[in-house]
């Protein structure tokens, strides 16, 4: 009977342990930007925090988060991660789904105070697909400001 019970307990906490890894954590890679970014591993939902001053009464700071916005919200549910570039002055990252190999950016939006991204695409084996902007997002979504990596001046 006590084998029965302990059984019991144990199937009681798997959906425990099972939730209580769900989420996954990335920093931003640019350099002087302390934001963090995190995956809900099954749905795909991307939220981001950061480090504020707090302007009054002479404390700590604050922590700023930034709530899922257009684009970053639940996915239909998959095996879902962060990968961040190395690229220093890059403050977006990647949401990728390991089960289907699709990707997007996702990023923060200051002004809206939310996290967006782009739509999941997979690159066809035609060429390259290019993932529309969610919405309307000035200044993003012309040509890469960025030069050429690794070639001589």
């Given amino acids: 009977m006590n084998i029965r019970l302990l059984a019991l307990g144990l199937c009681l906490l798997a959906p425990v342990s ?3 890894a769900s989420f996954e954590f990335v920093p ?17 939902e991307v939220t981001s ?4 001053l707090q302007d009054v009464g002479g404390g700590i ?12 919200g639940a996915q239909p549910p998959s095996e879902y991660g962060l990968v961040a570039t190395r690229h220093t002055r890059e403050a977006g990252v990647f949401r990728v ?11 923060v939006l ?10 999941q695409t997979n ?9 529309p902007l969610v919405g309307n997002v ?16």
């Fill in 18 to 20: 099972a939730a209580a």
């Fill in 28 to 44: 931003a890679p640019q350099a002087d930007l302390n934001r963090m970014y995190r995956v809900d591993k099954v749905t795909g």
């Fill in 49 to 52: 925090c950061q480090y504020g």
């Fill in 61 to 72: 700071g604050l922590t700023v988060c930034f709530a899922a916005g257009e684009g970053a």
């Fill in 97 to 107: 789904n390991y089960r289907t190999g699709e990707m997007s950016i996702c990023f």
């Fill in 110 to 119: 200051v002004k809206k105070e939310q996290v967006v991204c782009t739509q």
């Fill in 123 to 131: 690159p066809s084996a035609e060429g390259a697909a290019q993932a």
């Fill in 138 to 153: 000035p200044g993003r979504a012309g040509a890469s400001a960025t030069p050429p990596q690794g070639g001589r001046p």
